[in-house]
T-cell receptor, first 115, second 113 residues
Framework: DTGVSQDPRHKITKRGQNVTFRCDPISEHNRLYWYRQTLGQGPEFLTYFQNEAQLEKSRLLSDRFSAERPKGSFSTLEIQRTEQGDSAMYLC?????????????FGQGTRLTVV | QKEVEQNSGPLSVPEGAIASLNCTYSDRGSQSFFWYRQYSGKSPELIMFIYSNGDKEDGRFTAQLNKASQYVSLLIRDSQPSDSATYLCAVNEGGGSQGNLIFGKGTKLSVKP
């Protein structure tokens, strides 16, 4: 399978715990994005990388969220001290190219439930 | 605040009809425009992209872009029940690295047999 892969697919955690999600992009894609989606809403941008550089991060993103892409391949998204409001689908996407003219493909997402 | 606006629907069309989905965006610097299809509980799937003014056709799908009016649309011809899904319009954020995609809330399409 050469698509974007996310792990785990589902995560249930207790409030206050830390969670980490992994995303493996399409091979050779240099851009990797993280989005969050709640019911009835479109995906909300969190951050994106070009190769290993984190180029943009949403101003809405709490300091509890951090993302890495250490070797320009897979990426991790960590949420510290989870809150019930963090419950959402976390989507990863990847694309090839620079500038604006690049198509992004999504993985199947990680559904987080904070209880 | 840069925004992408879509009619949330639901939009209901009979099987075989043309479904027309519309989207407006606020950022005049945007250069790339995308339509994603999302089935309930699944992740978004890219179905069309358009970078230049005018029409772009791919099978039963036609994307239309009018940058002067900041308007992009998606037409689905010969609609099938399997087209029933939420359709998300996404626009790249102009300025900066231009990599960020801004999504609308989506239009829910229902195709009735």
């Amino acid at each position: 399978d050469t698509g974007v892969s996310q792990d785990p697919r589902h995560k249930i955690t207790k409030r206050g715990q830390n969670v980490t999600f992994r995303c493996d992009p399409i091979s050779e894609h240099n851009r990797l994005y993280w989005y969050r989606q709640t019911l009835g809403q479109g995906p909300e941008f969190l951050t994106y990388f070009q190769n290993e550089a984190q180029l943009e991060k949403s101003r809405l993103l709490s300091d509890r969220f951090s993302a890495e892409r250490p070797k320009g391949s897979f990426s991790t998204l960590e949420i510290q001290r989870t809150e019930q409001g963090d419950s959402a689908m976390y989507l990863c996407a990847s694309s090839l190219g620079q500038g604006a003219l690049t198509e992004a493909f999504f993985g199947q997402g990680t559904r987080l439930t904070v209880v | 605040q840069k925004e992408v606006e879509q009619n949330s629907g639901p939009l209901s069309v009979p099987e075989g009809a043309i479904a027309s989905l519309n989207c407006t965006y606020s950022d005049r610097g945007s250069q790339s425009f995308f339509w994603y299809r999302q089935y309930s509980g699944k992740s978004p799937e890219l179905i069309m992209f358009i970078y230049s003014n005018g029409d772009k056709e791919d099978g039963r799908f036609t994307a239309q872009l009018n940058k002067a009016s900041q308007y992009v649309s998606l037409l689905i011809r010969d609609s099938q029940p399997s087209d029933s899904a939420t359709y998300l319009c996404a626009v790249n954020e102009g300025g900066g690295s231009q990599g960020n995609l801004i999504f609308g809330k989506g239009t829910k399409l229902s195709v009735k047999p």
